[in-house]
T-cell receptor
Framework: AQSVTQLGSHVSVSEGALVLLRCNYS??????LFWYVQYPNQGLQLLLK??????LVKGINGFEAEFKKSETSFHLTKPSAHMSDAAEYFC??????????????FGQGTILTVHP | DARVTQTPRHKVTEMGQEVTMRCQPI?????VFWYRQTMMQGLELLAY????????DSGMPKDRFSAEMPDATLATLKIQPSEPRDSAVYFC??????????????FGPGTRLLVL
């Protein structure tokens, strides 16, 4: 079985500060990992994903994430927070096989608040 | 700009009534997901179709919920009879990728359901 744990249900930063959202996964096979963002009253949209190859993945809006197999982590970072980054962020892992091939397991989400 | 559309966007109904939610996936996408989001449970996968065939509906209460894809352009989620605990935001997402493990899911704006 695969699972995802997001450490911290709420993270608060000042505008211009570093954003770090933590995600740890559990998977018996090499994982495919995703970060999605949900703005208020909207559906989720993909920020970035790791499949194979380079372990540092760049996404939209200046976000990036690094896959660290030894730490089973896929933390999301952004060097400088902007007010528009305030949203809920979800880490997810894709199911490796079986009939539900490709099914995503989502973490519980982290709400990011950005203070002026 | 291709998008997943969902109707209705908001629904208020009384306990015991039938509720039907509709989703139009992005043209050409062959995978459709139904999710439910609540504060308590987070994001839950209810059902999952590929090429209109149901692959996984293990997350769906079978006694009152049903999901179908009458054709490639329409997915439906029905609740009969509805109960107050069904109050939630219901999202539809679609995707299309040869390797389904790395498929990006495109979410609709959701149907916000309130059962009184």
């Amino acid at each position: 079985a695969q699972s995802v744990t997001q450490l911290g249900s709420h993270v608060s930063v000042s505008e211009g500060a570093l954003v770090l959202l933590r995600c740890n996964y559990s998977s018996s096979v090499p994982p495919y990992l995703f970060w999605y963002v949900q703005y208020p009253n909207q559906g989720l949209q993909l920020l970035l994903k790791y499949t194979t190859g380079a372990t540092l993945v760049k996404g939209i809006n200046g976000f990036e994430a690094e896959f660290k197999k030894s730490e089973t982590s896929f933390h999301l970072t952004k060097p400088s927070a902007h007010m528009s980054d305030a949203a809920e962020y979800f880490c997810a892992v894709s199911k490796a096989g079986g009939t539900s091939y490709g099914k995503l397991t989502f973490g519980q989400g982290t709400i990011l608040t950005v203070h002026p | 700009d291709a998008r997943v559309t969902q109707t209705p966007r908001h629904k208020v109904t009384e306990m015991g009534q039938e509720v039907t939610m509709r989703c139009q996936p992005i043209l050409g996408h062959n995978t459709v997901f139904w999710y439910r989001q609540t504060m308590m449970q987070g994001l839950e996968l209810l059902a999952y179709f590929r090429n209109r065939a149901p692959l996984d509906d293990s997350g769906m209460p079978k006694d009152r919920f049903s999901a179908e894809m009458p054709d490639a352009t329409l997915a439906t989620l029905k609740i009969q009879p509805s109960e107050p605990r069904d109050s939630a935001v219901y999202f539809c997402a679609s995707g299309s990728k040869e390797d389904y493990r790395q498929e990006t899911q495109y979410f609709g704006p959701g149907t916000r359901l309130l059962v009184l």
